[in-house]
Nanobody, 115 residues
């Protein structure tokens, strides 16, 4: 089992920045791909950023160039730096740890981009 705890969400104005954190209960980065997903009201959950166990990152087209996913193995924490935020970035952001044998989710953190 892996517990994931997100933090760092909040209310921010358009053009602002936030950094989300996802702390894992144990060292998993060498075996799991780590991802950030978001779910806007009335919409399906979508992948926004993901890093493989080897550290290769990829991004949804809508956030590329604005979001950066990083991880700190010493702290068992993965981050999502979000810049130039737009109202359409609003949603609940979830952290995910994934491997072929299973997948784990955090409880989510709300991000609201509004003037």
């Amino acid at each position: 089992q892996v517990q994931l705890v997100e933090s760092g969400g909040g209310l921010v104005q358009p053009g602002g920045s936030l950094r989300l954190s996802c702390a894992a209960s144990r060292s998993i980065f060498s075996n799991y791909a780590m991802g950030w997903y978001r779910q806007a009201p009335g919409k399906q959950r979508e992948l926004v950023a993901r890093t493989t166990s080897g550290g290769i990152a990829n991004y949804a087209a809508s956030v590329k160039g604005r979001y950066t996913i990083t991880r700190n193995g010493d702290k068992n924490t993965v981050y999502l730096q979000m810049n130039s935020l737009k109202p359409e970035d609003t949603g609940v952001y979830y952290c995910n740890a994934d491997q072929t044998s299973g997948s784990f989710w955090g409880q989510g953190t709300q991000v609201t981009v509004s003037a």
